[in-house]
RNA sequence: CGGGAUGUGGCCCAGCCUGGUAGGGCACUGCGUUCGGGACGCAGGAGUCGCGCGUUCAAAUCGCGCCAUCCCGACCA
């Protein structure tokens, strides 16, 4: 393609507002406009870059035996009153009504309408399993779009579901999906890993997230520094700590101290002069309509994802003031195990601790040297904290770290869930009717490029991998109005398209500083430089935008050169 | 939805406090010079100052309301 022909504007400035590099970066070369909130136009570059992903996931999505499929956008409000998920799904849903007054909802996901369309279509064993996918813009009216493509409303995604006839099978249809998935994150130039996730409500243990690492990530996931175990941050285990030896020996007296105005952990312990580690926080929660004590250790914070799951119900949060009243007697911040008129449940971190801090149920009141069993009996103890930077990892005892990331792709086994609500039936070998089992599995396409760029930029601009570049080589001749070097310029440019190599000619009548910058902004792999001090030795200059190397190669041979490079691959 | 900020040619911003002629840089058009890391000169085109109402002789500037955008918290690919 010529440069002077293409629509692709880059820009000097940075607009004023994005934020992060990926998100300024796409707006100055070019890739993106932004329309409205959250919704974005890709321009011809952009939309290169977005196709090649796509075609790297049709060919592994393809290779995994799964069949592409395109669903509508535009969904009847029968179906999701069918799933539930017409009441459940919140605002995020855009709902509104056609001509004759009746509901739609444009697809924020298409469980339903996959769903609806394989229990009318497989009747029997013999048609499982299936797996159907499709590439197609998704609408989710997000609280606060941002970062670009990163959160917008509207957006590209792959999903596929898999149906089964058994367990097993769903389990064999999940492991090729996260296989798939692995090699499609590869061959996009990430640095990713697939993490542990919380599977919520629907059950099971079966969900990973691909996480792309970077800084600006809005998930944090922990990952073990000597085995392979990886999860998001609210499904990280914390291990049960070894040797519980809580005895009463130097235990202290209980004391009951006026700690007037004294809520905080940090307000009790500057009171009362110990360190959080001494102090013993008492949450009270409301699960589904049954009101909880959850125990951890002052320094520690509660993983409500983890109690939640613990609980199994199915709403989880913080106790209202009255709920708080009517257990423990006292107003918040002052709850604490003693006499309290609920189920306890506690953190591990609360294993081998004595003389510890707790609130005194009574306005303005904590007690010290509190111990157990001595002065309260805790019949549960589970895993209910977050995971720090430095615990031991729940599978090998070696350190954890923390990292920020950005979830590009999420494997999900669903189980019965939608087959059941959708009545997604087949007849079995044995003559019974059975629900299908199913799986689920997600990409976000945009985000997996602005992922791509957010890990791969320098200060000039963006530098892509060359397998979703959108060209691979850009050529810059440095001075049009020079015969020799337009010329040369000219005939490469032939030479390359006829290799069939994905190439620009930069054949805009610009300074060699202007055509330079925009090359490296807009991350070409490949640069090759005409000049007049070149074409007087009769080569070229290879310029490799992700190491900065160059090469000098003859005239005559940069066709080849080039072809062998992008062969290798 | 709550908290914070912003809205001025296509882009980045000044002007607003202290009301009176809309300004700079980038980009764009023409001419000339220049030509290997975002050149220079001259001449030009382009703006309902987010929208509405109000205060005032007079509003980009002051007041009220609305809208939009961005950042920080609960959702998610």
Not at 77 to 104: P, Q, T, V
Not at 396 to 410: A, K, L, Q, Y
Not at 535 to 555: C, L, N, W, Y
């Amino acid at each position: 393609m010529r440069y002077s022909e293409m629509l692709l504007p880059t820009t000097k400035e940075t607009p004023s507002d994005a934020e992060i590099a990926s998100h300024q970066l796409m707006l100055r070369a070019g890739l993106i406009r932004k329309l409205a909130g959250g919704i974005y136009s890709y321009l011809p570059l952009g939309y290169r870059v977005i196709r090649k992903v796509e075609n790297i996931i049709r060919e592994e999505m393809d290779r995994a035996g799964a069949q592409e499929v395109f669903l509508p956008a535009v969904q009847p409000a029968e179906l999701w009153m069918e799933s539930g998920r017409w009441n459940m799904y919140g605002k995020e849903l855009l709902r509104f009504k056609d001509r004759h007054n009746r509901n739609y909802c444009i697809g924020p996901t298409h469980e339903e309408v996959i769903t609806a369309l394989v229990r009318d279509e497989i009747q029997t064993y013999r048609q499982l399993p299936l797996n159907l996918y499709q590439i197609q813009t998704k609408f989710r009216d997000e609280i606060r779009p941002r970062f670009g493509t990163m959160r917008s409303r509207e957006f590209g995604m792959k999903d596929a579901y898999s149906f089964d006839a058994t367990e097993e099978g769903a389990e064999d249809s999940y492991r090729k999906m996260f296989d798939a998935y692995n090699r499609i994150f590869e061959r996009c130039g990430l640095h990713f890993r697939p993490v542990e996730a919380d599977s919520g409500n629907i059950g099971g243990s079966f969900s990973h997230e691909f996480m792309v690492t970077a800084d600006s990530g809005e998930d944090a996931m922990v990952h073990c520094t000597a085995c392979p175990y990886a999860a998001n941050l609210e499904k990280a285990e914390c291990s049960r700590p070894e040797g519980e030896t809580v005895t009463d020996d130097d235990s202290l007296p209980l004391e009951e101290v006026h700690t007037p105005d004294v809520r905080t952990i940090e307000e009790v312990c500057a009171f009362l002069d110990v360190s959080p580690s001494d102090v013993v926080k008492t949450m009270i929660f409301m699960s589904d309509d049954t009101p909880v004590a959850a125990l951890v250790r002052g320094d520690e914070e509660i993983n409500e994802v983890k109690l939640r799951n613990y609980l199994k119900s199915d709403r989880l949060e913080l106790a209202m003031d009255d709920t708080i009243l009517e257990v423990t007697g006292s107003p918040r911040g002052f709850a604490g195990p003693i006499g309290i008129k609920c189920r306890i449940i506690a953190d591990y971190s609360l294993l081998n601790i004595k003389n510890f801090v707790v609130g005194g149920n009574r306005e303005n009141y904590h007690i010290q040297n509190c111990n157990t069993p001595r002065d309260f009996k805790i019949s549960e103890y589970a895993d209910l904290r977050v995971i720090r930077e430095g615990d031991v990892c729940p599978r090998c005892g070696e350190t954890i770290r923390i990292v920020r990331g950005i979830e590009v792709g999420h494997v999900f086994k669903l189980g019965l869930k939608y087959s059941k609500a959708m009545k997604a039936m087949f007849l079995d070998r044995d003559g019974k009717e059975k629900y299908m089992v199913m799986g689920c599995y997600g990409i976000g396409v945009g985000r997996t490029v602005a992922a791509c760029i957010e890990q791969s930029h320098d200060e000039n601009g963006i530098i892509w991998p060359m397998a979703i570049a959108p060209y691979h080589v850009i050529i810059t001749p440095v001075n049009m109005n020079d015969e020799a070097i337009s010329r040369t310029a000219e005939e490469l440019y032939r030479g390359l398209v006829s290799a069939g190599i994905q190439v620009i000619l930069d054949d805009r009548d610009e300074r060699a500083g202007v055509k330079f910058k925009d090359a490296d902004l807009i991350g070409i792999p490949l640069r090759i430089t005409i000049g007049s001090k070149g074409i007087a030795e009769g080569v070229t200059e290879v310029k490799f935008r992700k190491s900065g190397t160059v090469e000098k190669v003859p005239i005559t041979a940069v066709v080849d050169y080039i072809s062998d490079i992008l062969v290798d691959a």
